[in-house]
């Protein structure tokens, strides 16, 4: 098991910055391929940043290129998804995610989820 609890989240005006992070616990957290996903009310559930156990490779949304950075430290056992520029689109719930293989785009291979910190964003 790995629990993942994320935090950072909040108000912030259009054109601010916030950071999130999601701390694990558990197995081996460098391990799993990490992955920020967002979901909106009437949306579905999406991809944000991914990194990969190691941290070479990152995936980023078309949406959110240039603006927000995935990152993590495994010493800490941390994911961290830098956002900058926000935009009242970027409203969302954000949830950090883990999964075991590689990194995917797709939420429903994700074998650990955090339970999601709010993100809201005043135009």
């Known amino acids: 098991q790995v629990q993942l609890v994320e935090s950072g989240g909040g108000l912030v005006q259009a054109g601010g910055s916030l950071r999130l992070s999601c701390d694990a616990s558990?197995?081996?957290?460098?391990?799993?391929?990490m992955g920020w996903f967002r979901q909106a009310p009437g949306k579905e559930r999406m991809l944000v940043a991914g990194?990969?156990?190691?941290?070479?490779?990152?995936r980023y949304a078309d949406s959110v290129k240039g603006r927000f950075t995935i990152s993590r430290d495994n010493a800490k056992n941390t994911v961290y998804l830098q956002m900058n520029s926000l935009e009242p689109e970027d409203a969302a719930v954000y949830y950090c995610a883990a999964r075991r293989l590689s990194l995917s785009p797709r939420s429903d291979v994700y074998d650990y989820w955090g339970q999601g910190t709010q993100v809201t964003v005043s135009s």
């Open positions: 990194i990969s156990q190691d941290g070479a490779t990152t």
């Open positions: 558990g197995r081996t957290f460098s391990n799993y391929a």
